[in-house]
């Protein structure tokens, strides 16, 4: 079995390249919600000192003087760019999991006749070509040595951009140089544990006692050794797993104070976890409204929570703003400034699989029908077009976004102009 893992390169940052290729060569950071922090660094930026997570107001001069290009956060856009290169990889292998936002695991078992090697460079080549992004590959014979094989891909040249660590003496050559840290799965406690038993590299680390891992890092840590021997404990998903929960929070631009203005965003955040909930063709039966303050903010520290059930799953958006206003109501207090909130639906289940209520009069096929309408025309419209009116107009706890490029893939109004 050969698994490729292709991982594309700073995806954010390349996303905004594709539109601004004059980028290419400049130091280019993406920021958090709110321009909080650094989330994503082109090669430049990293080569700045700029560290992941690290916090705007502390890069700011820096960025001025060496004149990195901010972008705020644009996730319609890195969506939709992801949803293409996900495309373009269909075209390469029958089986495919898409681990992340800009990682997926091909299956390339069945391409025996094939230099995989060259074949992974073709993926590549053609994923750039096509989109406009740039891709690792990293190939191997379980999940956890692609993923390793991918981030030498990256990192040493020599690769060029494509690199197998299935064959044993390829990774008995490399596995020396790879600090054990680099492995999936592994991380920075967990890699300061086996520091401390001399543990440093990959090639300490699969020479270990099964059982000293295992106590050490339990079982997860015997499957790590186990993978990286070349044999399989992880299978492909293929198929996405159910989604157990939809949740949809916010960090506020401002600090919210009055309970109108957070009766607002939670209804925003109400309709807009409805609308997920009937993409995926599914219906809730418990709703969780969650409020707190900043953990520095004056005064005191305030968090909460209310849970409220619904006597028979829905996905009407009406219903659960209604609800979400009531849970909203009962944990508000005056007096606090409000640093995020958000909207949490659990125990959801296929739509039309809940028992039907003895007592129903109809309603539930009066209600699809007007979601079905509503969610038609925000498609086509743009997002929000209809939406309650207690989610208000003005919002003004929306969060801060004043370097976001524009949705070009996905908004009429902001195609890039070829014109000029």
Known sequence: ?????VDCNN??????RVFRPGLEGVPVIVLSNNDG???????????LGIQMGQPFFQIKDLCKQHGVVVFSSNYVLYGDMSRRVDEVLSMFAPDIENYSID??????????????MEYSHEIRQTVLKWTGIPTCVGLGTTKTLAKLANDCAKKM?????????????????????????????????????????????????IHMERSQARKLLNVSGERLIVELSGTKCHNLEITAPAKKGI????????????????????????????????REGLETSSITVFMRTGK?????????????????????????????IKAAKHIWKDGYPFYKAGVKLDDLIPKGTAQPDLFSTGDSEKSDALMTVVDAINRRMGKDTIHPASAGTKKAWIMRAGNRSPRYTTDWDELLDLTN
């Open 1 to 5: 079995m050969t698994l490729a893992l």
């Open 11 to 16: 995806f954010y940052v390349s996303c905004e």
């Open 37 to 47: 922090c650094a989330v994503a660094r082109s090669n430049e930026a990293k080569a």
């Open 103 to 116: 990682e997926s695991f091909l299956d390339l078992s069945g391409f025996k006749t094939k230099d995989l």
């Open 157 to 205: 040249p020599q690769f060029d951009g494509v690199c197998d660590l299935s064959a044993p003496d390829i990774r008995q050559e490399f596995f020396s140089q790879i600090p054990v840290g680099e492995v999936w799965g592994i991380g920075r406690r967990s890699a300061e544990k086996l520091e401390n038993i001399g543990v440093r590299t990959v090639a300490d680390f």
């Open 247 to 278: 949740t949809v929070s916010r960090s506020f631009a401002q600090r919210v104070t009055k309970q109108m203005e957070m009766l607002e965003a939670i209804s925003t955040f109400a309709a807009r976890a409805a609308t997920k909930l009937r």
């Open 296 to 324: 520095h903010a004056k005064g005191e520290y305030y968090s909460n929570s209310c849970g409220l059930s619904f006597a028979v799953p829905t996905s009407d958006t009406l219903a659960l703003v209604d609800t979400a």
